[in-house]
């Protein structure tokens, strides 16, 4: 088992920036694959990014492509999401999620991250 536990959130200006946290516990943070989803008001939660165990694999959504950053430090156990150049479409809820495997191809799908955080809120006023 691993526990997340994401901060960072908070309430920023369009084209401001906010860096997210997610803290793991637990087991071997370094064997886990980490994502980024996030859920807006009445919307589907969606995937933003995703890093592999050993940082060397980065994907993103398309409309995070160029703005936002996946990174991760294994021996602090933690991961980040640095967001640039916010939206008041970014406003949503982002949680972090983590997995031993990691396929490309559904790495999209919450059915495939076995853990996850308890979120934390970002909202972007115009």
């Known amino acids: 088992q691993v526990q997340l536990v994401e901060s960072g959130g908070g309430l920023v200006q369009a084209g401001g920036s906010l860096r997210l946290s997610c803290a793991a516990s637990g087991r071997t943070f370094s064997n886990y694959t980490m994502a980024w989803f996030r859920q807006a008001p009445g919307k589907e939660r969606e995937f933003v990014a995703v890093?592999?165990?050993?940082?060397?694999?980065?994907y993103y959504a398309n409309f995070v492509k160029g703005r936002f950053t996946v990174s991760r430090d294994n021996v602090k156990k933690t991961g980040y999401l640095q967001m640039n150049s916010l939206k008041p479409e970014d406003t949503a809820v982002y949680y972090c999620?983590?997995?031993?495997?990691?396929?490309?191809?559904?790495?999209?799908?919450?059915?495939?991250?076995?853990?996850w955080g308890q979120g934390t809120q970002v909202t972007v006023s115009s």
């Open positions: 999620a983590a997995d031993v495997t990691f396929a490309q191809s559904t790495m999209a799908s919450e059915s495939v991250w076995d853990y």
């Open positions: 890093i592999s165990w050993s940082g060397r694999r980065t």
